[in-house]
């Protein structure tokens, strides 16, 4: 069953940038149709999606979040990277990284986060 | 860009039948896909698609569409219930992933 593990830096600076790392283990990142997702979670509040990458490195990004997002592929080392510039206190956050699968019944198509990593906290000081 | 909206708090006594909705306008074109999600504990998927639970969630979770509107039902609701419920989409215009804003499910 694949495992995926966040990694990178509990407190960044305001107007810094963040950058995560998710490791996947017993899977491949560039094998299969899966999609390789960022997920966020600010304290006390509900789940926004930041965005992914296809196993050919085709990138998709939240539109509110899009001029600062990259989000990047590593098959050597099984990873997928996120990068978030100008930071500000909004971004404090709970951050996931998930595999996205998909699949269609009956001409109707469904696309399912079915791995996700513990998450990794993450908190902008001024 | 599309949005999905739950109701924010459903309460259910122990052993009753519960629903919890999913509404929006990517329910005409997608599945929605359901999480349940412990304080402090990473999202686990327990439906997607029309009405498919991963191994381990139990038979007394499904799933069912109407027009626009997507359900999540437990029937004979146990303590371990108790937790957010959040519905997720593909965006019906676009290629983004949309979420609904979450229910606190209180058994």
């Known amino acids: 069953q694949v495992q995926l593990q966040e990694s990178g830096p509990g407190l960044v600076k305001r107007s810094e940038t963040l950058s995560l790392t998710c490791t996947v283990s017993n899977g491949s990142v560039t094998t299969g149709s899966h999609y390789w997702s960022w997920i966020r979670q600010p304290p006390g509040k509900g789940l926004e999606w930041i965005g992914y990458?296809?196993?050919?490195?085709?990138?998709y990004y939240s539109p509110s979040l899009k001029s600062r997002v990259t989000i990047s592929l590593d098959p050597s080392k099984h990873q997928f990277s996120l990068r978030l510039t100008s930071l500000t206190a909004a971004d404090t956050a709970d951050y996931y990284c998930?595999?996205?699968?998909?699949?269609?019944?009956?001409?109707?198509?469904?696309?399912?986060?079915?791995?996700w990593g513990q998450g990794t906290p993450v908190t902008v000081s001024s | 860009s599309s949005e999905l909206t739950q109701d924010p708090t459903v309460s259910v006594a122990l052993g009753q039948t519960v629903r919890i909705t999913c509404q929006g306008d990517?329910?005409?074109?997608?599945?929605v896909n359901w999480y349940k999600q412990k304080p402090g504990q990473a999202p686990v998927l327990v439906l997607f698609?029309?009405?498919n639970r991963p191994p381990g969630i139990p038979e007394r979770i499904s799933g069912s569409y109407t027009r626009d509107t997507a359900s999540l039902t437990i029937i004979g609701a146990q303590a371990e219930d108790e937790a957010d419920y959040y519905c997720s989409s593909r965006d019906s215009r676009d290629d983004h992933m949309i979420f609904g804003g979450g229910t606190k499910l209180t058994v």
């Open positions: 998930a595999r996205m699968n998909w699949g269609c019944s009956g001409g109707t198509c469904y696309h399912f986060f079915d791995s």
């Open positions: 990517s329910l005409r074109r997608y599945y």
């Open positions: 990458i296809s196993n050919r490195g085709s990138t």
């Open positions: 698609g029309k009405d």
